[in-house]
């Protein structure tokens, strides 16, 4: 490691932001349950309904934000877990409902996602760590039908979609919902010690990055078949889909790129150096397909096969994990390029991408970094901003809420600290 490290102005400005972002999602709680979408000006959307990986996204920031300190933090944790063991759990059938009106208690959505239920299982490790009475239940819960139902042990990865009733599965089967798999079990892992969902991280991360995007060439294909063929021509007439978008999606590589230096992290010395290796491969090949590749500052939303930038928009999730990418890299190897990166695109996100007028961040700008909204209209949530400004501000983690449960100091309940002996962590650093 290096002396190289963020200024104490730097740290004020995150800390600052993570102060700005959470003042801004408070109003997307929702009377009648859950989180709801803000638009630009952080109002509710009153033609959407909640949505289950709005309200565990928001669930998880607050529990990250309690973790921290901010005791005002617990009562909007407190409304998420009560949505998800009431409005937008599924009695009859098990898991969770992909969207309900909150008004009528209609369900809107009939099939059951594995992106939604991996949100689910982030939410509840989160609101765990953060000492929710009830979130143990709705862990186990969550841990319990994804075991069940997403989970595929000969694949050594998660399913896609089922229908309401569990009675038909979709054919369809993507990396999307693994990668927030990956996400969630790790967090799992270092909160609670269940060391299975450890094995499961490793076992994605290997087949997802060590063979699907190392033989590729970095460049990941997202979609596949029933039987884990790619469809590298999936969505070809839809490219700027917001969930699955043809082609390359760059952000994805900064978040694959971040994943394996967590797990790295968690395995401490017992890690592989494929995942160091893995980690900067991925992040290399964002950078240089990504950044300011049709003459604007900015990363492209998503490349063809060949790097031709297909959906030249900018998101506000891409550029924010490429700075948590190029932080946590940073941060495990001292590496003054990656310091630099953080540097260089964080002044993007500052001069383009946070809305001081309006609040949060620009979820999208067009291809000359003026707002627009052809993906993402208005601003569902601040999950990505939030996670990548606290990043400089937690120690090594595997999760966030890993990360942040060592924030807590001597209080009556410190599940991070009681429970993490269960996986190995040797090696690791604070």
Known sequence: ??????????????????????????????????????????RLSP????????????THV??????????????????????????????????????VS??????????????????????????????????????????SLMEERFWREDDGMIL????????TLDGYRGVNANMHAVEAFLAVAEVTGRRVWLERALRILERVVHGFAREHDWRLPEHFDSSWTVRLDYNVDEPGHPFRPYGVTIGHLFEWARLALHARTLLGASAPSGLLEDAVSLLAAAASRGWSVDGAPGFVYTTDF????????????????????AWTLFRD??????????????AYCEEHLVDREGGSWHHELDAHNQPSATVWPGKPDVYHAYQTVILPLLPAGA????????????TSFRPGERQRAGVETSGRTA
């Open 47 to 58: 033609e959407r309904p909640v949505e289950t990986w709005i309200t565990c996204r928001m």
């Open 1 to 42: 490691m290096t002396d190289l490290q963020l200024t104490t102005a730097e740290i004020a400005r995150f800390e600052e932001e993570a102060s700005r972002l959470l003042s801004f999602a408070r109003a997307s709680r929702h009377d009648g349950g859950g989180f709801g979408w803000l638009d630009e000006r952080g």
């Open 160 to 167: 896609d979609v089922w229908s309401a009733d569990w009675a």
């Open 62 to 99: 607050f529990g990250l934000a309690q973790l921290r300190g901010d005791a005002s933090a617990a009562a909007y944790v407190d409304h998420g877990v009560a949505a998800l063991t009431g409005l937008l759990h599924d009695d009859d059938n098990g898991g969770w409902h992909s969207a």
């Open 333 to 346: 190897t001292g590496s003054a390029a990656a310091l630099a990166d953080v540097r260089r695109w964080w």
């Open 399 to 410: 999760s966030f809420a890993g990360a942040a449960v060592s924030l807590v100091g001597a």
């Open 306 to 325: 060949a790097d031709k930038p297909v959906v030249r928009e900018r998101m506000h999730w891409v550029a924010a994990e490429a700075v948590a990418a």
């Open 102 to 143: 909150p008004e009528t208690g209609e369900v809107v959505s009939t099939v059951k996602e594995g992106y939604a239920h991996a949100f689910v299982v982030l939410a509840a490790t989160t609101a765990y760590a953060a000492g929710h009475p009830g979130a143990e239940a709705l862990l186990d819960d969550a841990l």
